[in-house]
């Protein structure tokens, strides 16, 4: 796979390549995260739904697998997020991922601490405000993303151009990346970065049951909807639940944080088969085939990008 690419993101976040794994809840733990950084990217533990007790022992198991760096994702909307923070301070977590909120609330004792931080945004007003804030990097999530969205629809394609113009600080391309293509369009578009969930889950290490990776692989680009879409927009998979309980798009805050529950029901192992539970998925498993694993995943997507620009040489210089 090669020495690994330099550039901002890789500088901040101590990995080889600007690859970063989408944090998701109950799903993103210490070992899937350690996967992700053992393979070259930058693997993330979500916080969100752990006790204090739960966070330090998937930060241990993450440190016990890998000695590349991990980050920690924080809602900062969350009552413990504060708590989160002085976790991962404490246990020597090089990087903080916020989202869900302002990240102003927690950059002080994050910076006094010495850590980088990278932050979630939507739209071009949160990326203004969160570089205010002083973040290192954005996490620019387009509407075609998997899980909670933003409200205003904006694409990934759209997006990314506009923010890596107007900041200063450095760009991660989220929503609808899964491989070589998808990698080298989001460079080209100005991130320097990309962040990656929906392909992450369909990989032989991702803790989610068979059925969920079965059913991304059948998936097809119409297979999506977005629940609450005036609330708390969450792009899941189609299915019997999803339409029979919360109707196309119609879902109100409480319904969809209803559907959180189901989906976090699924993660931990209560039941559910692929009629019954919600499933949080991105327009790009109308992409995805297989069940790999991650380091199948990442190779392919790194020394894919290099026969795309032989071909855009040869088209570029006037060649066939
Ligand atoms: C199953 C699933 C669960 C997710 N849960 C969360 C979450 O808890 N918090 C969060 O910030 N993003 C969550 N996301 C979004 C991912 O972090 C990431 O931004 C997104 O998946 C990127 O788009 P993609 O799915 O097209 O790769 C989730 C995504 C999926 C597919």
Redesign the pocket.
């Known amino acids: 796979m090669g020495n690994g690419w330099k550039n901002r993101i890789t500088d901040i976040l101590g990995c080889d390549y600007p690859i970063i794994l989408?944090?998701?809840?109950l799903?993103t733990l210490g070992s899937m995260a350690a996967c992700i950084s053992n393979a070259g990217g930058f693997g993330v533990i979500?916080a969100?739904g752990l006790s204090r007790e739960k966070l330090i022992e998937e930060i241990k198991l993450a440190q016990s697998l890998t000695n590349k760096p991990v980050g920690v994702?924080i809602?900062v909307y969350r009552p413990n997020a504060m708590e989160a923070l002085e976790v991962s301070i404490d246990m020597g977590v090089k990087a903080i991922y916020t989202?869900?909120g302002d990240p102003a609330k927690l950059i002080d004792k994050i910076k006094y601490a010495g850590l980088k931080v990278i932050h979630?945004v939507s739209n071009l007003g949160m990326a203004r405000k969160a570089e205010a804030a002083g973040v290192d990097a954005v996490v620019a999530?387009g509407y075609?993303?998997?899980?909670?969205i933003g409200r205003e629809g904006i694409t990934t394609f759209c997006l990314i151009p506009v923010l890596a113009q107007a900041l200063n600080i450095p760009v991660i391309a989220?929503?609808?990346?899964?491989d070589a293509n998808g990698l080298l369009a989001a460079l080209a578009l100005g991130a320097e970065g990309v962040?990656?969930?929906?392909?992450f889950?369909a990989t032989n290490e991702c803790p989610v049951p068979t059925f969920f990776k079965e059913s991304l692989c059948a998936a097809e680009l119409t297979s999506t909807v977005v629940l609450g879409k005036e609330a708390m927009p969450m792009r899941v998979l189609k299915n019997t639940i999803v339409e029979q309980t919360a109707g196309t798009g119609e879902a109100k805050t409480d319904q969809v944080l209803a559907q959180q529950e189901k989906a976090d029901a699924l993660y931990v192992g209560e039941g559910g088969n692929k009629h019954t539970s919600v499933m949080?998925?991105?327009q790009?498993a109308g992409l995805i085939n297989d069940v790999s694993s991650v380091s199948d995943v990442l190779s392919q997507m790194i020394n894919g990008t290099k026969s795309i620009l032989d071909i855009l040489n040869r088209m570029t210089s006037g060649g066939r």
């Not at 989408?22 to 809840?25: D, E, N, V, Y």
């Not at 075609?144 to 909670?148: C, K, T, V």
């Not at 962040?195 to 392909?199: D, V």
């Open positions: 989408g944090p998701m809840r799903i979500g969100s994702n809602p989202s869900a979630k999530m075609e993303a998997g899980g909670h989220s929503g609808g990346i899964g962040e990656i969930g929906t392909r889950v949080p998925c991105g790009v």
